[in-house]
């Protein structure tokens, strides 16, 4: 198991490599937020399960476990969480040995009664020897990434479309 550096909400405005995506969403905050906080909705993240510490309602101590699709864990810790608004979480431990730290922004704010925008923040360093080729990794890196925020849209106006 790995240890990630422990980094700190500061973590966005410091770390080596930063990205940000955002997405208009046909949904509530309220409805995204139910999203993010149920454990069978992260497949688009390449997530297979998300084993949380506690029962809602969350906040800026709870931990939760994600199971990626290769099997690979993640032990994450919230830093901030603010319902139904913001949630930021890093990534403390895990099999994946590729990362030196990683950090995570999910803010969304209403743009209707029915839609918001999703911004997506992504901080992170990658570990050992990976540091010597992060210019050319951060490329692959940026496109998956947007590849998963394209699929969380689609995903969102899938469930949007199901509603009905």
Not at 67 to 93: A, C, P, Y
């Amino acid at each position: 198991m790995y240890q990630y550096k422990k980094v700190t909400l500061d973590y966005l405005n410091s770390a080596p490599r930063k990205m940000e995506f955002v997405v208009q969403l046909p949904v509530s905050c309220k409805e995204i937020f139910s999203i993010f906080e149920r454990r069978d909705t992260w497949q688009w993240a390449g997530i297979e399960d998300v084993i949380w510490d506690s029962e809602p309602p969350f906040n800026a101590n709870t931990k939760r476990t994600i199971v990626q699709s290769t099997g690979s864990r993640l032990d994450e810790q919230f830093l901030l969480w603010e319902q139904d608004r913001r949630m930021v979480f890093r990534i403390e431990n895990g099999d994946v040995g590729l990362l030196g730290a990683l950090l995570e922004d999910y803010t969304v704010k209403p743009i209707g009664d029915d839609a918001c925008e999703f911004t997506w923040t992504i901080a992170y360093e990658l570990s050992g020897w990976l540091r010597f080729f992060t210019p050319l990794l951060s490329v692959l890196v940026r496109l998956l990434f947007k590849k998963m925020v394209g699929d969380f849209q689609q995903m969102v106006v899938d469930h949007q479309i199901n509603r009905v």
